[in-house]
């Protein structure tokens, strides 16, 4: 049974604009699925979509075989982590109490949650000795995205939403960057949607791509092996 499941998808937005109709897709188990097309395109709306953030108008999406509408939010925080761009930190809490943030929510203890974020901190390359007290001004761009994915990593979620994730770091630290969150993907069997609109990104992370155009309308999906072949 795939993951996430897309059915007849649609979302207007109050204004009357139609960022996604008609969308069929299913994410597979274990998978990345890059989402892939034009700014405007739907790609963050079909994203949000599945942890709730945006509502459907019609058709639904089913997680874990459940339709997300009927899923308490508690529980989806605790299946899906959530990725985006400029990462959304909160600056006034220290970069353990950021990665802590769900953990709290679900009341874990003093002990667990700090075994944890040390335990995510090394897995994202950040030293926790040096990194858990730091505040997100006090990192660079590249590091806030490292404690940006830990923090979303917290409770072992088997899903993963990412929405440009890498798209503020330079192209140096970003390749970095992709090559270690190809790993950990790997190593934790985690489900992920990636956003991005470099196609590189897609290319290098997905097992499949999802070619989208405006209105959310899927033009093309495809296994990045077949599309490198090409
Ligand atoms: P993408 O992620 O591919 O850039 P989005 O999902 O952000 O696309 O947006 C799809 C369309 O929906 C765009 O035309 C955008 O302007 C519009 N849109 C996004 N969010 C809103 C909103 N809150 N209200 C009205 N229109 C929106
Ligand atoms: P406070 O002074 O408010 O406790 P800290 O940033 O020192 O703020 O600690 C916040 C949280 O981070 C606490 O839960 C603490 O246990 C945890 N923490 C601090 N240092 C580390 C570390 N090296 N590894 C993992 N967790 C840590």
Redesign the pocket.
């Known amino acids: 049974d795939p993951v996430i499941r897309f059915e007849a998808a649609r979302k207007e937005?109050p204004?009357g604009?139609v960022?996604v109709e008609g969308l069929d897709l299913d994410v597979r188990e274990h998978e990345l699925l890059a989402l892939v097309?034009p700014?405007?395109?739907?790609?963050?709306?079909i994203l949000r979509m599945a942890n709730r953030l945006v509502e459907l108008t019609s058709g639904r999406v089913l997680v874990e075989g459940t339709d997300v509408a009927q899923v308490d939010p508690v529980r989806l925080r605790r299946r899906i982590g959530y990725v985006i761009q400029d990462v959304g930190l909160f600056p006034h809490r220290t970069v353990a109490q950021n990665i802590g943030t769900v953990p709290a929510l679900l009341g874990w203890d003093a002990r667990r949650t700090r075994s944890r974020t040390a335990e995510l901190l090394e897995l994202v390359g950040l030293e926790p000795g040096t990194y858990a007290r730091r505040y997100p001004h006090q990192l660079s761009g590249g590091e806030r995205q490292r404690v940006g994915v830990a923090r979303a990593l917290a409770v072992d979620p088997p899903v993963l939403l990412m929405d440009e994730p890498f798209g503020a770091v330079d192209p140096e630290g970003r390749r970095r960057l992709q090559q270690e969150f190809w790993r950990i993907q790997r190593e934790l069997g985690t489900t992920v949607m990636l956003?991005t609109h470099d196609i590189d990104e897609a290319v290098r992370l997905g097992d499949r791509i999802a070619v989208l155009s405006r209105g959310g309308h899927l033009e093309q999906l495809s296994d990045a092996v077949e599309l490198l072949a090409r």
């Open positions: 937005y204004d604009t960022a097309g700014s405007g395109c739907g790609k963050s709306t956003v």
